[in-house]
């Protein structure tokens, strides 16, 4: 602290002295401060929990099909599947059409492509079959299915106005982004308190710098018009406990998890943004899937073993995991790959893709993320095939390869041994689970204080064990608030998805929270001994760089699927011009139209 001011060393070293000089008063600071952040952590995020599990966005039209017999059919989503199936976007009963007869998409500009599904009556467009690659279509255009005539209706600006108006908006974060900092500065000044004399400002300023970037980042985007929060909100709580907890087990490490949350908002923005164009996603699906290859085998080549799998990589002093970054490559590409058209093609191409990076991690011995990338597949392919004969038999072989990986390599067994009987190997294969559980049940329902636990000498207490440090250290309230948020992030994205914009958005988003859901439950599953522990990180929680990322670039897919007004920086800004709405549109086409609509108004 020599750099610092003799008045402000003066006051750190006073401070420093309080629980020396007055060991009562310290210690009923400590214990209403351990009443304090639970209940803190409630008021801020009961809220938010409650805006994410109860908001239904309602699903927006974006054209009308007129049938027939007279009716309209809207246009909710922009790839919609028109057929006789029940499950089709578009329902025709009509005997001549086909169970999925043609795909009508739309783009962000709001331009419109038909494509034929392989229909036995046919697609015609204005009397014209349609381009096998797809043919364009503009509003007022007719489209024969099989002889029925359907015709492309535009939505009148005052439903659009209508719309946008009676829409739901997402709850204000002032209130919980008040409480959260009041949360962080505690935690700062409790590690003043409990960090020895190497790290006494190091790691108090990591939650001030966490703090301003929470604010600059809320600030700067409703100063853009962004209105949605929650989420952003909840991560940063969860990082908040990152930070602590790499405080406690490694403070020197506390610079590193700091940039690693800042790389990851970052990472957060650019995703978001890039995929607003969905017409660009398309064109790179091919390279994120070879991305995610790429990543994987990067570690067979270069990897060294920690923790049992050879998935870490050192570079320039630095360590991280390529499969986490894997992670965000996968799911964009397999959503990408899939959300057009049902082809089973699409389905073998994404089954290739999963082979081969599930190989990749089967050769590193990592099979905790096998698993995660396992349960994402069988989402994203059911998600858009629904193909449940497939999905069965996809599960029967990988079981049958997983007992054939046992057979060859008999250690794999020999890891989970422990499984079920760990307090009988309490001092071998159960050694980790048994000091968690031991730890948890210490932290009761407040926690010991944050840094007042031992856990985290035990090997890999801020990673895979870590809900065992927030129950030791936080509380178990904490603890589960901490889980519900994560479940709060997967509830919203049901929620939402029903009525997604994209299948692309709906397909990404329910894949990114499936596997942040099950790593969750590995983890914390893991830990207490009520699954095999798999070395699986928390999301947002744990200590790793790789990790922080991964999980804040998952997080941006989710944000795409929000359909709220102006809640997801994903989607181009709409802003009401007089009677009309301009959505979807880049800023100097809001800019001209808007031009354009005051000189009608002149």
């Known amino acids: 602290m020599s750099f610092l001011p003799v008045s402000l060393q003066a006051g750190l070293t006073a401070l420093r002295q309080l629980p020396v000089d007055h060991p009562d008063f310290y210690a009923w600071y400590t214990l209403i401060l351990r009443f304090l952040f639970p209940i803190l952590?409630?008021?801020m995020l009961v809220r938010i929990?409650?805006?994410?599990?109860?908001?239904?966005?309602?699903p927006e039209v974006w054209a009308y099909l007129s049938l027939p017999n007279g009716a309209t059919e809207p246009l909710t989503h922009w790839e919609n599947i028109l057929g006789r199936s029940p499950a089709s976007d578009v329902v025709l009963n009509y005997p001549v059409v086909s169970?999925?007869?043609?795909?009508?998409?739309?783009t962000g500009e709001d331009r419109w492509t038909v494509h034929d599904l392989g229909s036995k009556s046919g697609t015609l467009l204005n009397g014209k079959p349609v381009d096998p690659a797809g043919s364009s279509m503009t509003l007022g255009d007719v489209l024969s299915l099989g002889g029925v005539d359907t015709v492309l209706l535009p939505v009148s600006d005052e439903e659009t106005a209508r719309r946008k108006k009676s829409s739901q908006r997402p709850v204000s974060p002032w209130g919980s982004l008040i409480l959260l900092t009041v949360f962080q500065a505690l935690t700062a000044l409790q590690f003043l308190f409990s960090t020895g004399e190497e790290h006494v400002l190091l790691v108090p300023a990591a939650f001030l710098c966490l703090c301003l970037v929470m604010w600059l980042y809320c600030?700067?985007?409703?100063?853009?018009?962004?209105?949605?929060?929650?989420?952003?909100?909840?991560?940063?709580?969860?990082?908040?406990?990152?930070?602590?907890?790499?405080a406690s087990s490694a403070p020197a490490s506390v610079p590193k998890q700091l940039l690693a949350v800042f790389l990851g908002i970052v990472l957060f923005l650019v995703v978001g943004i890039f995929l607003r164009d969905l017409d660009r996603v398309r064109k790179i699906r091919w390279l994120m899937a070879a991305g995610a290859v790429v990543l994987l085998s990067l570690s067979l080549v270069a990897g060294h073993e920690r923790y049992g799998a050879a998935n870490w990589i050192s570079l320039f002093g630095f360590s991280f995991q390529p499969s986490e970054l894997a992670k965000i490559c996968y799911i964009f590409a397999g959503a990408a790959t899939l959300e057009r058209l049902f082809r089973k093609r699409n389905l073998g191409l994404f089954i290739l893709l999963t082979g081969a990076c599930m190989g990749c991690l089967a050769l590193m011995s990592?099979?905790?993320?096998?698993a995660v990338f396992f349960v994402t597949f069988l989402v994203i392919a059911y998600l858009r095939s629904g193909d449940y004969t497939t999905l069965a038999l996809i599960c029967g072989g990988a079981v049958f390869g997983g007992l054939v990986l046992v057979t060859i390599k008999p250690y794999i067994l020999r890891r989970f041994a422990a499984w079920g009987h760990v307090w009988e190997q309490a001092s071998d294969g159960g050694f980790q689970q048994t000091r968690t559980m031991s730890a948890a049940a210490s932290g009761g329902l407040i926690g010991v204080g944050p840094g007042e636990g031992w856990l985290h000498r035990v090997?890999?207490?801020?990673?895979?064990?870590?809900?065992?440090?927030?129950?030791?250290?936080?509380?178990?309230?904490i603890a589960v608030l901490s889980v519900a948020c994560i479940a709060a992030l997967a509830v919203f994205a049901v929620r939402s998805c029903r009525a997604g914009r994209s299948s692309f958005y709906t397909i990404a988003a329910c894949a990114a929270t499936s596997l942040l859901v099950f790593q969750t439950t590995l983890n914390v599953l893991g830990s207490v001994d009520i699954l095999p522990l798999t070395g699986v990180t928390f999301p947002f929680v744990s200590n790793g760089g790789s990790s922080m990322l991964s999980a804040w670039g998952l997080l941006a897919f989710l944000k795409a699927a929000d359909t709220r007004?102006?809640?997801?920086?994903?989607?181009?800004?709409q802003k009401a011009h007089g009677d009309?709405?301009?959505?979807?549109?880049?800023?100097?086409?809001?800019?001209?139209?808007?031009k354009e609509v005051r000189r009608e108004k002149d």
């Open 41 to 43: 952590a409630i008021l």
């Open 99 to 106: 169970r999925q007869h043609a795909a009508l998409i739309r």
């Open 366 to 370: 990592d099979f905790g993320t096998a």
């Open 459 to 477: 090997s890999a207490a801020d990673t895979d064990l870590v809900f065992g440090m927030l129950c030791e250290e936080w509380g178990l309230i």
């Open 565 to 573: 007004s102006n809640a997801s920086f994903a989607i181009q800004l």
């Open 219 to 246: 600030l700067t985007l409703r100063a853009l018009g962004r209105t949605g929060f929650e989420m952003e909100t909840i991560v940063f709580f969860l990082s908040t406990l990152s930070l602590a907890v790499t």
């Open 580 to 594: 009309k709405w301009l959505g979807n549109l880049t800023p100097r086409q809001g800019k001209r139209a808007g």
């Open 49 to 58: 929990i409650r805006s994410l599990v109860k908001a239904s966005p309602k």
